[in-house]
C-alpha cells in the first residue's frame, strides 16, 4: 500500500466534545458583518476559528487588533457594521467609560458584544441596561464565539431547519444512492418524519427509478431558475414517493450538460432545509465546485466505500479533506457496502478503517438478489423483506443519522473490551 498518502493530519485542532455538540445545534448565522477588536492572541484566536466555521460562511468577519481605543479611532471615519465583538482587560468602571466614548460613534443598530476579564455582576448589569447584546468573561473557546453571534442574529421565532445529510461514494456504482434513498425512506416511515431527498446526479441520477417515479419536474428545474426558488415553488417539484418522503427528481437525460457555479445548489438545500426536517442529498461521486459546497455545508457527510484499495484511497482523501475544510465538525460517517463478493479479493474491515480513524457506521453484505429485485421493482428494501438484517442496519444508521441512537458498532467494541479483559483473566 506504498502508494497511498494515508499520513494521519494534525493540523487538525481538537474540539471538547459538548463543543463538537453545541455546533452541531445551532443554524446558521446570516449574512451580517462583524468586527471584533482584541487585546490579546487568547481571544482573537477563537474570533477567527470561528469565522471559519461552516455556519459562518454567509458573515463577514474581520479581526482587528487594539481593543476599544482602536475601535473608537476606527469608527471615527468608517461606518459600524452589524456586531462589534470588543475585548477589554479594564477594570468594571473604566471599561463602561470607554464603552460610553464608542456609542458616540456607533449606529444605533449595532449590536455590541464584550469580552472581559472581569467576572463581576455589577459590570454585567451595568452592560446589559447600556445596550450591549452580551459580556463574555474570558477565556473564550470559538463554539462559544460562533454561539453567542448566533444567539443575536439567528431568529428563534422562524421555522426550525431541518437537518442535511449527505450521500457520497467513494468511487462509481458503490451503492452511495441505494443507500441514501433507502435510509431516506426508513427515517420518513420509523420516525413518521418528512424527509426531501435531493437527487443531485442530474445526468444519471437513480432515485427516480428506485422510488418508482417519473416527475415531469424536479431539482433541473430548480436549479436553472434559483431567483424563483421558494418553498412555494419548491413544493411544485416535489413527488411524493411515500406518505412523508418527498423527492426532487433528476432529469437524467443528456439533452444539455451541467455545468455548476460552486454555490449552485445552496439555495435550493436551504429552502428544502426550511421545508422539512430531514433533507437527504444524493451528491454524485464528482469533485468540483458545487460537490464540494454541498459537502462542506452539509450536517452529515455519509461516505460509501466498497473494501478495496482504490476506495480506500479515495475514502482517504475525502475525510481528510472533509475533516480539514470542516474543522469543528465530527469527520464524515463510513459505510462499507457490497462486503464479500465471491472470489473478490477485499480489504479486510479493520484495515480499511484503520487509516481512516473512522469506525464504520455499517457493514453492508454484497446481496444481489435483494438489491437487484428490489431496484428492478422500484421498491425499497425494507418493502421487499422488512426483516432481512440489511434493513435492521439501515433502520440503524437512520437512527444514528438522526442524532437518535448511538451506532452498534461503538457498543460492540465496548462488549469486546470487557470479553479481551476476561480473556486475560483467564
Ligand atoms: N450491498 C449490495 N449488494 C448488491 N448490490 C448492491 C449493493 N449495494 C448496491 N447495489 C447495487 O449496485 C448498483 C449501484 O448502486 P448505486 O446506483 O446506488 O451506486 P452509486 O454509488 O450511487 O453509483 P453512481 O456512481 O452511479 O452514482 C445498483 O444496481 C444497486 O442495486
Ligand atoms: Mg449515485
Request: with cysteine; glycine share 6%.
Amino acid at each position: 500500500m506504498s502508494n497511498l498518502a494515508l499520513d494521519t493530519d494534525s493540523e487538525i485542532v481538537d474540539l471538547e466534545e459538548g463543543d463538537v455538540a453545541a455546533l452541531g445545534a445551532l443554524r446558521p448565522v446570516p449574512r451580517i458583518s462583524v468586527q471584533a477588536f482584541c487585546e490579546t492572541e487568547s481571544v482573537a484566536n477563537p474570533i477567527e476559528r470561528a469565522a471559519s466555521d461552516r455556519r459562518m460562511t454567509k458573515a463577514h468577519v474581520k479581526v482587528h487588533m487594539g481593543g476599544v481605543p482602536t475601535a473608537i479611532e476606527f469608527y471615527q471615519s468608517a461606518a459600524t457594521p452589524n456586531l462589534i465583538i470588543l475585548e477589554s482587560r479594564e477594570e468594571p468602571r473604566q471599561l463602561i467609560a470607554s464603552l460610553q466614548r464608542l456609542a458616540e460613534v456607533c449606529d444605533q443598530s449595532t449590536r455590541v458584544v464584550v469580552i472581559g476579564h472581569y467576572n463581576d455582576v455589577w459590570l454585567y448589569r451595568e452592560l446589559m441596561r447600556t445596550g450591549i447584546s452580551e459580556y463574555v468573561v474570558a477565556p473564550i473557546s470559538m463554539a462559544d464565539v460562533v454561539s453567542v453571534i448566533a444567539a443575536i442574529f439567528v431568529d428563534p421565532n422562524a421555522a426550525p431547519i431541518g437537518r442535511s445529510i449527505a450521500f457520497v461514494g467513494a468511487k462509481g456504482g458503490v451503492g452511495s444512492s441505494t443507500i441514501a434513498h433507502n435510509v431516506a425512506w426508513a427515517m420518513s416511515t420509523l420516525f413518521t418524519s418528512e424527509v426531501v431527498v435531493a437527487d443531485m446526479d442530474l445526468a444519471f441520477g437513480t432515485a427516480n427509478i428506485n422510488f418508482d417515479q417519473d416527475p415531469a419536474q424536479g431539482i433541473a428545474e430548480a436549479v436553472f431558475a434559483p431567483d424563483r426558488i421558494d418553498e412555494v415553488y419548491l413544493d411544485r417539484l416535489l413527488a411524493q414517493c411515500a406518505e412523508r418522503l418527498s423527492l426532487l427528481a433528476a432529469p437524467s437525460t443528456l439533452d444539455r450538460t451541467y455545468d455548476f457555479d460552486a454555490e449552485a445548489f445552496s439555495q435550493l438545500i436551504d429552502t428544502a432545509q426550511r421545508t422539512a426536517p430531514c433533507v437527504v442529498l444524493d451528491v454524485p461521486h464528482i469533485w468540483c465546485g458545487w460537490s464540494k459546497t454541498t459537502l462542506t455545508q452539509a450536517d452529515e457527510i455519509v461516505i460509501t466505500a466498497t473494501p478495496e484499495l482504490a476506495n480506500l484511497r479515495n475514502t482517504k482523501n475525502l475525510v481528510d479533506t472533509l475533516r480539514r475544510l470542516r474543522p469543528n465538525d465530527p469527520p464524515p460517517r463510513l459505510i462499507i457496502n457490497q462486503a464479500g463478493v465471491p472470489k473478490r479479493p477485499e480489504i479486510s474491515i479493520e484495515d480499511f478503517a484503520e487509516p481512516l480513524g473512522i469506525e464504520p457506521l455499517a457493514v453492508i453484505p454484497f446481496e444481489p438478489q435483494l438489491f437487484g429485485s428490489a431496484s428492478n421493482n422500484g421498491r425499497m428494501l425494507g418493502e421487499m423483506d422488512a426483516q432481512n438484517a440489511i434493513v435492521q442496519s439501515i433502520n440503524e444508521m437512520a437512527h444514528v443519522l438522526t442524532g437518535r441512537a448511538e451506532s452498534r458498532q461503538r457498543k460492540k467494541s465496548g462488549l469486546e473490551g470487557i470479553l479481551e479483559r476476561l480473556k486475560i483473566k483467564r
